[in-house]
């Protein structure tokens, strides 16, 4: 049990919720990527498919494209990066 209650002592804080809100936010206003990228960067996402989706929301927003549900998608799928 001291073992246990060791192992959840060292996991970061996060918070998946707070995580999906920001991707979604970002899909819905590809602006705001310019007010956040100074702050969060990909290595600040916990969940590993958060952190991948987030990179290709930058990167097309990078290369002056829209980063919505499908073009992330298809960002996705061009290099099989997520998992599941």
Do not use: C, W
């Not at 829209?66 to 599941?84: F, Q, R, W």
């Amino acid at each position: 049990m001291a073992d246990e209650q060791l192992d959840a002592l060292k996991l970061p804080p996060h918070s998946i919720e707070a995580e999906q809100s920001v991707i979604g936010g970002l899909l819905l206003e590809n602006e705001a990527l310019d007010k956040i990228a100074d702050i969060l960067g990909p290595d600040d996402f916990y969940q590993h498919d958060h952190k991948t989706i987030y990179q290709h929301i930058s990167k097309l927003i990078e290369r002056n494209r829209p980063a919505d549900i499908v073009t992330v998608a298809e960002s996705l799928e061009s290099t099989a990066e997520l998992s599941g």
